[in-house]
């Protein structure tokens, strides 16, 4: 597997997380592959053979070459058919509300042509572009117009989830919400209302998902040496609340995620 990553342009830095490539060639004996909920919505562009997402054990859907791949409240399968060939951009969680005015909870848990989200016309120019391009500079160089000429028309993020976004990136996702709004149960229903428009999934979901890229990183990179110790670092209650919550996102326990053939993609991703 060859996974690189890049720096997005400056006036793009506090909206995109980064772009990123991954190249695999095809071998008959892959296995699926796990992909964990990051609370990131990306957009990518396929220019290898079609990816399977598995709804079931047996049953799938082909990925489109051009999408956006919503927020995720919980883990799914997917299998490459042939050679994977991929360019994304990987968006802060704030991040993709400033260039659609679609309510962002129409694209959760799923994954939508671009198409269907910007004009049809500018849509396929896009994917054409991109598709032509010679390297992955000049993509960036193309998706960085594409995004650039967007944001002048940008939406304006709600200050009481941006807010509520910063907290979270900043403690990992370990702050209750509760705590956030200080009990305020008027706050909270205009927080959930903003987020399911702007971010796309609730709160507490995106605070999962963030303490979740928290203790992975924990775990695959051996930064503690014990699951009591990323237990204790993640701000869990005890080490049984962070299996618990580990394997509610993940499908399988901490112990089990190491070494797991099934999980080589998203170990790739979060080291």
């Known amino acids: 597997m060859n996974y690189q990553t890049f720096k997005p342009y400056n006036d793009l830095e506090s909206i995109v997380k980064f772009y990123w490539t991954l190249e695999v060639p095809f071998d008959p ?53 042939g050679n994977v060939d991929t360019f994304a951009i990987c968006f802060y969680p704030i991040g993709f509300a400033n260039f659609v005015k679609t309510p962002l909870v129409n694209l959760v848990d799923k994954e939508t042509p671009i198409s269907e989200i910007f004009e049809p016309t500018e849509a396929y120019e896009l994917e054409q572009q991109m598709i032509q391009a010679i390297d992955t500079r000049e993509r960036i160089d193309i998706v960085e117009t594409f995004l650039l000429k967007r944001l002048n028309e940008k939406s304006t993020i709600s200050t009481i989830v941006k807010s509520t976004v910063d907290t979270l990136l900043k403690t990992k996702g370990a702050t209750p919400i509760n705590v956030l709004l200080k009990d305020d149960s008027s706050k909270r229903r205009q927080l959930e209302r903003h987020f399911k428009k702007q971010i796309g999934i609730s709160p507490k979901q995106l605070g999962k998902a963030i303490r979740l890229q928290a ?57």
Do not use: W
């Not at 775990?219 to 394997?247: G, P, R, V, W």
């Not at 190491?258 to 991703?269: A, D, Q």
């Open 29 to 81: 004996k892959n296995q699926k592959q796990k992909i964990v909920p990051d609370g990131c919505i990306e957009m990518t562009f396929n220019f290898g053979d079609k990816i399977k997402r598995y709804i079931s054990e047996t049953d799938f859907i082909l990925h489109p070459n051009a999408m956006v791949m919503g927020q995720r409240t919980k883990s799914f399968n997917i299998l490459p058919t």
């Open 215 to 271: 203790t992975l990183n924990l775990l695959l990179n051996k930064k503690s040496e014990t699951l009591t110790d990323i237990a204790y670092e993640s701000d869990y209650f005890d080490q049984n609340h962070f299996i618990k919550d580990f394997k509610d996102f993940v499908g399988v326990t901490p112990k089990e995620f190491i070494g797991n053939e099934h999980l080589t993609l998203s170990s790739l991703f979060y080291k």
